[in-house]
């Protein structure tokens, strides 16, 4: 319920986030879903020889206590091939090192497992979050007497920063990820200049969701720019998921770097946002990693998962027939340009704002979002689940009803929060999250008021909550995984 409720209340976060704001649980024990290994019982069992444990909190089982763990092959031998060909064996093992980093104990225990030393952690990885901040590790190893640094973003566990997927600025590149990627830019300049300098180098650049969105970005800095002595033949960039964040006057002028490697699955709605539309896109090339047995796939990997069922539109003239369909018919109706909003019955006009162009959304919604992300993230977590109950449509419909209605009006939003503001004791600026709670109101009436109709039926409340799914690690984990057994 709490992730219907963000959806449903903050749905503009699906135009611009990098990763949907869950807060990870604690975990009590482990399981190994991987289907050519046996299940690990305890995550004290040994580490085979060659294989590297990853553990990762269940993103879609809400209900699940354990952590998921996978082992995962590893061989710097890897690197020892062309940057420029998509490798089956480095898509796996990058895979697991974006699932991994999620605090400086884990990336650390990770690299230096597979042999990685001189390392370097950002001071974010000891401070509470910001919204600007960014996490991200560097290591040094040898690989047939050449040097390989990693470069690994954080892609979990980052709170606040999460605000940062929404800064998408009024022109050129996506100003949060740009403004991480250039940190992370110029602190890798000085780690490379202090112990490597004048040397040919090997890079290995990796990034999940938003972080992917970061080192996407990156890419851009390090190929462009040759302040770091590498080449595409010898610099290996894997993205899982990212959202779109370089800036292109038009698709066609898009640098297809061949050793960018985007892996994104299809109908993950994450990976198409920012839109084309505000000429945003990914650098590089995508790696397509979607297929039809989804369902197959995550009830092998945990038979435990609920996974909602996709319905296809069974309209005259169905607006949607694939799930593909379906995550490009959210983001045309999120584009749509439909600025008044009449009711007629309560003489009431109301001007909306569309979100067609990246321009509105930054005159008129990105301040306001990431100032509801940032309150979002400050609360305690029993006052967020106090909120996710008092609104519960399965319990407290009527209570739904009430908010929505004082949407109409202003202030109505954050009248309906306040209460559970002062329950938590939170300081905050008032103006400011008035202002937020008005732009946000009108948002949700329309052009978000498409997720509110979904969720009316709930055939397509499943298609969205399984749209918010796909971007998850325990189905993108699968999709991977199958991918590349039936690459030739």
């Known amino acids: ?192 200049s202090n112990s490597y300098a004048d040397k040919e180098l090997k890079l290995w650049v ?29 610099a290996f960039f894997y993205t899982y998921e990212a959202p779109q964040g370089v800036y292109y006057e038009s698709e066609e002028g898009i640098n297809h770097y061949d050793n960018v490697f985007n892996i994104v699955n299809g109908a993950d709605l994450i990976a198409k946002i920012a839109p084309k539309q505000y000429n945003l896109y990914r650098c590089g090339k995508d790696v397509d990693i979607f297929a039809n047995n989804i369902d197959e796939l995550v009830n092998e990997f945990d038979s435990t998962i609920e996974f909602p069922k996709f319905t296809p539109d069974s309209g005259e003239e169905p607006k949607f027939t694939t799930e593909v369909e379906f995550t490009n018919y959210l983001i045309s109706q999120l584009l749509r340009e439909d600025p008044l909003w009449e009711d007629e019955q309560k003489g009431i006009t109301v001007e909306m704002v569309a979100l067609n162009t990246r321009e509105r959304f930054y005159n008129n919604y990105q301040q306001a979002v990431m100032t509801a992300f940032s309150l979002f993230f400050s609360l305690k977590q029993e006052t967020i689940d106090s909120i996710a109950e008092y609104y519960n449509p399965s319990t407290n419909l009527s209570h739904l009803l009430a908010l929505l209605s004082a949407l109409y009006y202003e202030d109505g939003l954050y009248g309906c929060l306040k209460p559970f503001l002062d329950q938590d004791g939170l300081t905050y600026d008032e103006t400011k999250v008035k202002h937020a709670c008005n732009q946000i109101s009108q948002f949700i009436m329309k052009p978000g008021m498409i997720f509110l109709t979904l969720f009316m039926n709930d055939n397509n409340k499943n298609n969205l909550m399984r749209t918010i799914d796909m971007h998850m690690p325990e189905v993108n984990y699968m999709l991977l995984k199958q991918y590349n057994e039936n690459k030739d």
């Open 206 to 234: 990796n990034g999940y969701s938003r972080a992917g969105g970061v080192a996407n970005v990156l890419a851009t800095y390090i190929m462009d720019n040759h302040e770091i002595n590498t080449d595409a033949h010898n």
């Open 1 to 192: 319920m709490k992730k219907e409720l963000l959806i449903t209340l903050l749905s503009m976060s699906l135009l611009v986030s990098g990763c949907s704001p869950k807060k990870n649980k604690e975990s009590s024990s482990s399981l190994d879903p991987s289907s050519s290994e046996e299940p690990s019982s305890s995550e004290e069992d040994p580490v085979p020889e060659g294989k590297v444990r990853v553990k990762f909190a269940p993103m879609i089982n809400s209900e699940r206590k354990e952590d998921y763990i996978i082992d995962f092959d590893y061989d710097l031998a890897y690197f020892k091939e062309d940057a420029s060909i998509y490798s089956k064996d480095i898509s796996m093992l990058s895979f697991g090192a974006v699932t991994v980093n999620q605090t400086k104990e884990m990336v650390l225990s990770f690299y230096e497992r597979l042999g990685f030393e001189n390392h370097y952690t950002s001071a974010t990885y000891d401070t509470e979050p910001t919204e600007d901040s960014i996490g991200y590790y560097f290591g040094h190893a040898n690989v047939d007497n050449k040097d390989l640094i990693v470069v690994s973003i954080r892609g979990w566990e980052y709170k606040k920063e999460w605000c940062s997927n929404f800064k998408i600025g009024e022109t050129g590149n996506h100003v949060g990820f740009d403004e991480a990627a250039q940190t992370v830019y110029n602190d890798l300049k000085t780690y490379i």
